[in-house]
């Protein structure tokens, strides 16, 4: 019992040291007949997994939705992630993973599941430059060694459900509510997101709400752009605060998270009262209690963007406070 408790505790406390666990599984070969290439999924996301249950196809669902299951008295949408993916699994569909995004629930279809392992942010490098899907938004380096060919691809689940969840791509609010926010000329909010989707969405909804910002791929990204920033500002004679507004953070990001970002924030003397909200499809009590931790100054589920209006409003505030 001890060694399990020490084991949950382990897990529970990752996310304050830059460090997931990623299950991987496979969904086949290529279509073109290439070997069958490895994925992974944020264990954090993960709710469970089920072998494949009765599915049932309402009339007009197209590929690759399959259709809906029961899953615990819940209905859920099963969506086809070979398809998605461009794979044509050997043995079938036999699995679904039971995930939780952005406020909804929904199961990926797979081949087959290997593992999970444990990394580190930094051996997560982004795909963008490097892989043609946009349904790939990373890719893990299993073995810590950046010579090796033990490799994982990370799925773009809100990109996925984005192109194939019509509850998901229409879920602008009917009436924004208007905010004034009270940024110094010139300031800006640094902007950590490594979701293609994501970043175009977070970037149009602050457009709306008349905040500048300068977006990031990595939470490395931004956390070199804010020290390239600082500097500027002490050269000048400026107060940070005269530069950055706010940082604005996803949590799961190559290289590094966002709760190692915020981290770094809180603990630099120059840096520690600029505001940072954590803005993640990943939610639960832990995450929140992490959040706690590291020092944010506040926490929104993606993406509704009065609510993320409004905890832009309560983190200034905080900090004016």
């Keep these: 019992m ?3 408790q020490k084991d949950i505790d382990e897990r529970a406390n990752l996310a304050l040291s830059n460090k997931f666990e990623l299950l991987l599984f496979r969904l086949g070969s290529s279509l073109e007949g290439e070997k069958a290439e490895l994925f992974g999924i944020n264990v954090f996301k993960l709710r469970e997994i089920v072998p494949m249950p009765t599915i049932t196809k309402a009339a007009g669902m197209q590929s690759p939705l399959l259709g809906m299951a029961n899953i615990r008295e819940q209905i859920i949408p099963v969506i086809d992630l070979a ?3 461009g794979c044509k699994p050997a043995t079938g569909l036999n699995l679904l993973l039971v995930t939780e995004y952005a406020r909804s629930t929904q199961a990926f279809a797979v081949e087959s599941v290997d593992n999970i392992v444990r990394l580190d942010w930094s051996q997560v490098h982004t ?9 790939i938004t990373s890719i893990a380096c ?3 060694d950046d010579q090796t060919t033990s490799l994982a691809m990370v799925l773009d689940v809100e990109q996925i459900l984005y192109d194939i969840v019509p509850s998901v791509r229409d879920a602008a609010p009917k009436e924004i509510t208007q905010r004034t926010f009270k940024f110094k000329p010139g300031a800006v909010v640094i902007v950590a997101e490594d979701s293609k989707v994501a970043r175009t969405m977070l970037e149009h909804g602050l457009q709306t709400m008349g905040i500048p910002a300068i977006m990031h791929n990595t939470g490395l990204e931004a956390w070199e752009k804010i020290k390239m920033i600082a500097r500027e500002a002490q050269a000048a004679g400026q107060h940070i605060s005269e530069r950055i507004a706010m940082v604005l953070t996803d949590l799961e990001m190559p290289e590094m998270d966002g709760f190692t970002l915020t981290r770094n924030i809180k603990r630099d003397e120059t840096l520690k009262k600029i505001p940072v909200v954590i803005h993640s499809s990943l939610s639960g009590s832990a995450n929140e209690e992490h959040v706690r931790k ?3 100054d506040g926490y929104v589920a993606k993406f509704e963007i009065n609510e993320l209006s409004e905890a832009i409003q309560a983190a200034l505030d905080k900090v004016a406070g």
């Excluded at 795909?127 to 349904?135: H, K, L």
């Design 2 to 4: 001890d060694n399990f």
């Design 127 to 135: 795909a963008e430059s490097g892989v043609s899907s946009r349904n």
């Design 83 to 85: 398809a998605v993916a």
């Design 294 to 296: 590291v020092g944010a």
């Design 142 to 144: 299993l073995d810590n």
